[in-house]
Each structure stands twice: as C-alpha cells, then as structure tokens.
C-alpha cells in the first residue's frame, strides 16, 4: 500500500500520466463523501429566550436548575427563566409561578415574556423554607406552534 500511494504522490510526470491524487480531486471527494446530517450551529441569539443545547427532553430552567432546591442567591441572580432542549426557534411567550400559603390556598402570578417580575421575586421570597413553588411556561416557535413544556417543582430554601 505504501508503494502505490508513493507512487501515485510522487510519479514524474509526462505527457502520458494522469496524476489521479491532486488536491483538486481530495477536495472534491471531501465535499461529496461529507454527512449532511451534521448540525450546522447558528450564530443567531435571540433574546426572549435562553435556548440551551442541552437536548433531551423540554425543560425548565432558574439559574441553570431544572428543580430540586432554589436558594436566595440563586434565585436573585435569575433574570429570565430559561428554556433547554427545545426548537431553536422556540420562544417563552408566558409564564407563571404557582405556590400554596398555609391555609391551602393556591396562589400564582402570570406575565408575559421569560422575565422574572417583582411580583414573582416577592411572591418567592416570602416564602417559608422548604416551601415548594411550581413554574409553568408557554412556549411557541416561530410559526406560532406550542410546544409541551413539562412543570418545573423547586424547593424554596432561602
């Protein structure tokens, strides 16, 4: 094998030879062989919602938490809640936080938009500890399509 590659690169030529290895030709075959498959990364950020390219299912995201427990400074440092494997184009066109105060009575504030509004914040940090709050989101693409967004459960631990 050796040989022959040896000899193809490095053949004299004259006006009978046919170099068959150019660049020309390593390139070209390079362009047909190539997977289409492969993903093509956009350089489009869209600031109505943080698209992670996580994959997996839909998520939820505050401060990078999918759930589980949420502290002050973690919750603080939250503008927006953020979206992770959904359409690229997918956007956060509604959202709202939903807990229980003690008497059982469920309490939830909606806006529009990812952000995270004062009455949200204060709604959250008044809290006990320990309490558990719920965000549910609606998501739409571009071509005004909603997408299923699984409910976040976080724990407040202040």
Known sequence: M???LRWFAFKEVDQHTIIMFTSAFILLS??????PALPVAATNVDTDAMVFSLGGPPSIRIAGLSGGDVSAEQF????TVDLAGC?????????????TDGKGIEKNVNDEGPEIE???RSMITAL????TFLVEVEVKDSKG???KVPTASFIWIG
Do not use: C, I
């Open 2 to 4: 050796r040989y022959l």
């Open 30 to 35: 390079g362009l047909f062989f190539a997977d």
């Open 76 to 79: 603080a440092s939250a503008r």
């Open 87 to 99: 359409q690229p184009d997918a956007k956060n066109v509604s959202l709202t936080f939903v807990t």
């Open 118 to 120: 004062a009455a949200m």
């Open 128 to 131: 006990p500890k320990g309490a």
């Open 145 to 147: 399509k909603t997408w």
